[in-house]
């Protein structure tokens, strides 16, 4: 049994790799042209919010064995083109992302976060935080471009240790973290913005949860909470609220997000101290 699992294991590394690099590159790539052609729609967020909406239209569709096929021919002939509307390679990306994730084992809200409450359990806040501030983290990237800039942090480097800090744990780290493991890594996150006033504050606190982020995904992603009514559309409908709030707030909309979700993290690590956690099965993540 244990070599049949070993061996599931390493077979599906490579549709999960994929999954990993087509999801990261969604939100840099969509998110870097609507910053640049769109600037004032939404915060230049309604290109990442077209791709989010693509995305749960695709797993509507439900399981297709072709999709994969699909996708990559589109993917192909967007790029033969030069097509410089992204929306052949956004519709491409969606159908070849959903059908990694589906190789990989991913489930639905591992794509959308945001799609699912947080439950009654306080012990399963963090990890919904936790995997929650992935949404606004990614699709403050693009803007990150400026901000980097303004105070003297390597856009590369910053890029290179969001998805270092979002992977490793996600493959390396020793066992499933436990609501304090994430609760305290989710307010350290918050705790950047009072340590570090302005933008340099912002990106510790975004390096910090996407550490967080890592381990939510190691510990199963966001606990089988309750789905929420919309939820395929929801996490779009979030992306251009965050858009328009950058629009009106700037960099102070992003800020505000990461300190209410590192609260919620933290308030549910503390809720749940010294209780006994039932064991729970994930919908979101196939158990490894």
Known sequence: MRAQAAIASMATRPSELAAWTLWLGGWLGFGAWGMQHWPLAAGGLAALALWLAAIAGVQALGPRRHLTALGLVL?????????PSPWPALLAAALALVAAARAAGWRRCALLPLSRAPGRDPAGWPRWAAAAVMLPMMAGLPAMASWCSSVGWPLPVMLALHVALMLLPAWAWPG???PAVVGATMVAGAAMLLLWPG?????????????ACGLAWRAAATPPGRRLAGATVLPALSVLALGMALVWQGPSALMVVHAA???????????SAGRRRPATRSDCVRPR
């Open 75 to 83: 993917a192909g002939a967007a790029w033969a083109l030069g097509l």
């Open 199 to 211: 933008l340099g504050g912002l990106m510790a606190a975004s390096l910090v949860q996407a550490l």
């Open 261 to 271: 979700l590192g609260a919620v993290a933290g308030a549910g690590a503390l809720l």
């Open 176 to 178: 499933r973290p436990g």
